[in-house]
């Protein structure tokens, strides 16, 4: 059964760089020939879909925060990451990871962890 | 980028009722559309995609359908775990998006 978990820092200075990294159980990043994104919420609002990495490494960004985002594979770890740089108040949210299948609809999805950006 | 409308916003049924609700996306996106459920403190659950084929282990009541820009979700029998906020999603076009949400009360 495929699952995975978000983890990283819950609290992050404005002006710097927001680092979440998702583990994946259950299947294998480079041979399941998905896609994997992220996802945010910020509280009480919207989802918003932030990018998407093939299982090949190639990325697609959300251009709304392209000049600030990267997303990674780390296959050794069966993990995927998430770097937003030069954070604001607004970046404060529900950062959720999830398999992207080979179309990108999402299923499953992490639980999910709240990053707040605050001095 | 690709709008996504959903209405009504919220909505307030019973239990046994059958609801509807409606998601349009501001240009054609060819039945690339996905549907989640989403619980208060909970990720949301994925519940079908291609606008009609319903996920792995998602009860036969619920259904979509629509084409071109236009979209619905449909739950028949409302049941009380079906209390929720129901999303919409395009995946035609990135930046993918979704829809505001559609809160459902039971």
């Known amino acids: 059964q495929l699952q995975l978990q978000e983890s990283g820092p819950g609290l992050v200075k404005p002006s710097e760089t927001l680092s979440l990294t998702c583990t994946v159980s259950?299947?294998?990043?480079?041979?399941?020939?998905?896609?994997w994104g992220w996802i945010r919420q910020p509280p009480g609002k919207d989802l918003e879909w932030i990018g998407s990495?093939?299982?090949?490494?190639?990325?697609y960004y959300n251009p709304s925060l392209k000049r600030r985002v990267t997303i990674s594979v780390d296959t050794s770890n069966n993990q995927f990451s998430l770097t937003l740089s030069s954070v604001t108040a607004a970046d404060t949210a529900i950062y959720y990871c999830?398999?992207?299948?080979?179309?990108?609809?999402?299923?499953?999805w992490g639980q999910g962890t709240l990053v707040t950006v605050s001095s | 980028d690709i709008q996504m409308t959903q209405s009504p916003s919220s909505l307030t049924a019973s239990v046994g009722d059958r609801v509807t609700i409606t998601c349009r996306a501001s240009?054609?996106?060819?039945?690339?559309l996905a549907w989640y459920q989403q619980k208060p403190g909970k990720a949301p659950k994925f519940l079908l995609y291609?606008?009609?084929r319903l996920g792995s282990g998602v009860p036969s009541r619920i259904s979509g359908s629509g084409s071109g820009t236009d979209y619905t979700l449909t739950i028949s029998s409302l049941q009380p775990e079906d209390s929720a906020t129901y999303h919409c999603?395009?995946?035609?076009?990135?930046?993918?998006?979704f829809g505001q949400g559609t809160k459902l009360e039971i």
């Open positions: 999830a398999s992207g299948g080979i179309y990108n609809w999402f299923d499953p």
């Open positions: 259950g299947d294998s990043i480079t041979t399941s020939e998905s896609y």
């Open positions: 240009q054609d996106i060819y039945k690339s």
């Open positions: 990495i093939y299982y090949s490494g190639e990325t």
């Open positions: 999603q395009q995946y035609d076009i990135t930046p993918y998006s």
């Open positions: 291609g606008a009609s």
